[in-house]
T-cell receptor, first 116, second 114 residues
Framework: GAGVSQSPSNKVTEKGKDVELRCDPISGHTALYWYRQSLGQGLEFLIYFQGNSAPDKSGLPSDRFSAERTGGSVSTLTIQRTQQEDSAVYLC??????????????FGAGTRLSVL | AQSVTQPDIHITVSEGASLELRCNYSYGATPYLFWYVQSPGQGLQLLLKYFSGDTLVQGIKGFEAEFKRSQSSFNLRKPSVHWSDAAEYFCAVGAGFGNEKLTFGTGTRLTIIP
C-alpha cells in the first residue's frame, strides 16, 4: 500500500477484555515496529520484527502483551485482560530492514485504545 | 542505553518568527538522530535525519538541524514559522545494528499565534 495502515483507528473496550490491533506495513518493508504513545510519555518502543521473527521484544510491558507477524507482512498486537493503564495510542512503523539504524521508519496514524 | 531529552514541553511563537526546538541525547557512540513531526490525529512524519558528515542537515518544510557532539545536542530550527507548523515535534535517537528501535523524547508541542 501507499503507507502504513492501522486498524481500528479507535478502540474502546472494557477492563479485562482482550483486544487485537492490526498493522499493515508498506509493501516490501521487512522490518516492523510497535510503539506506544501515552499522554505526556512520548513514544515507548514495544517490539521489533524482522520478517516474521521478533529479535527485540524488550519493550513489551508485561506478559499480557504479545505480537505476531505472518507472511512477513501483517502484524497483530494483542493485549489480554486490558487494564486502564493500557489506554494509549499504539503506533506501528515499518522500514526496508536493510540498513539497521539508518533505516527510515514510516509510521501509521495509530490506534487509539481506551480502556473503561 | 540511549536516551533523549526535550526540555521544552510547549512552545508558543508568532507566525513569521524564528523557531528553535531543543534536543539533547545520551549515547556512547555516534548516534543516528531524527526529528519527526506529528499533526493531530496523524502518524509521525520524518522531518530530517543525521547519520554522519555535515553537521548541519536540511529537511522538509524548511526545517534544519545542527548536530553538536560537544553539547550532545541536535536542535531543530526554522527561520520563519507558518501557522501550518503547529504540531508536536519529536526528537529520536537510533543506536547500532542489533538495536534498531528508536528512542524518542517526550515531544515539544508547538503553538503558532497570529
Amino acid at each position: 500500500g501507499a503507507g502504513v495502515s492501522q486498524s481500528p483507528s479507535n478502540k474502546v473496550t472494557e477492563k479485562g477484555k482482550d483486544v487485537e490491533l492490526r498493522c499493515d506495513p508498506i509493501s516490501g518493508h521487512t522490518a516492523l515496529y510497535w510503539y506506544r504513545q501515552s499522554l505526556g510519555q512520548g513514544l515507548e518502543f514495544l517490539i521489533y520484527f524482522q520478517g516474521n521473527s521478533a529479535p527485540d521484544k524488550s519493550g513489551l510491558p508485561s506478559d499480557r502483551f504479545s505480537a505476531e507477524r505472518t507472511g512477513g507482512s501483517v502484524s497483530t498486537l494483542t493485549i489480554q485482560r486490558t487494564q486502564q493503564e493500557d489506554s494509549a495510542v499504539y503506533l506501528c512503523a515499518s522500514s526496508l530492514g536493510l540498513a539497521g539504524p539508518r533505516d527510515i521508519q514510516y509510521f501509521g496514524a495509530g490506534t487509539r485504545l481506551s480502556v473503561l | 542505553a540511549q536516551s533523549v531529552t526535550q526540555p521544552d514541553i510547549h512552545i508558543t511563537v508568532s507566525e513569521g518568527a524564528s523557531l528553535e526546538l531543543r534536543c539533547n541525547y545520551s549515547y556512547g557512540a555516534t548516534p543516528y538522530l531524527f526529528w519527526y513531526v506529528q499533526s493531530p490525529g496523524q502518524g509521525l512524519q520524518l522531518l530530517l535525519k543525521y547519520f554522519s558528515g555535515d553537521t548541519l542537515v536540511q529537511g522538509i518544510k524548511g526545517f534544519e538541524a545542527e548536530f553538536k557532539r560537544s553539547q550532545s545536542s541536535f536542535n531543530l530550527r526554522k527561520p520563519s514559522v507558518h501557522w501550518s507548523d503547529a504540531a508536536e515535534y519529536f526528537c529520536a535517537v537510533g543506536a547500532g545494528f542489533g538495536n534498531e528501535k528508536l528512542t524518542f523524547g517526550t515531544g515539544t508541542r508547538l503553538t503558532i499565534i497570529p
